[in-house]
């Protein structure tokens, strides 16, 4: 019988995010999704948007991704928190405010949402909840 290793397959080494890329900071901890919850929200069709300000609002934004149980099964709730994880990847993170906490609870709808749907309704959504002390985002110049 063959003994089994602690280490896991990658013999104990933890995945790096690739040098020069900046990658995205997720809430793990239920404190975090509780102080997060009584922050502003936004709700839109296939999530709703849960927005907190920290103390060091010089941090990079962190996402949290919850999904309930009513939803579906296992394998519906995965789906659903991976479309949200790559149009947070994809997108969200270069619009989001720093200093800034999102919680992203997702809804069945987005099982069948196109991706592009996805990410403008997290774009809208993110810039809704722009945190109070930001500044006012600049015009864009007029094309008339």
């Keep these: 019988m063959k003994a ?11 995945l790096q995010a690739e040098p ?7 809430l793990t901890r239920r404190p975090e999704f509780l102080a997060v919850a009584k922050g502003r929200r936004h ?10 300000s920290r103390q060091d609002a ?3 934004p962190r996402f949290g991704l919850t999904v309930t149980a009513k939803t579906g099964n296992s394998v519906v709730r995965n789906r659903i928190k991976r479309r949200l994880r790559e149009a947070i990847r994809s997108k969200a993170r270069l619009v989001a405010f720093a200093g800034t906490d999102y ?3 997702g ?5 069948d949402a196109p991706f592009e749907t996805i990410i403008s309704e997290l774009v809208d959504g993110i810039l809704r909840l ?3 002390s930001s500044p ?3 015009p864009l110049p007029s094309s008339h």
């Design 43 to 52: 709700h839109a069709a296939l999530f709703t948007i849960q927005m907190a």
């Design 136 to 138: 006012s985002p600049k």
């Design 107 to 111: 809804r069945r709808g987005l099982l």
């Design 103 to 105: 919680v992203l609870i």
């Design 58 to 60: 010089t941090g990079l």
């Design 4 to 14: 089994h290793s602690d280490q896991g397959a990658l013999g104990g080494k933890r």
């Design 20 to 26: 020069g890329k900046k990658s995205s900071v997720w």
């Design 130 to 132: 722009k945190p109070r």
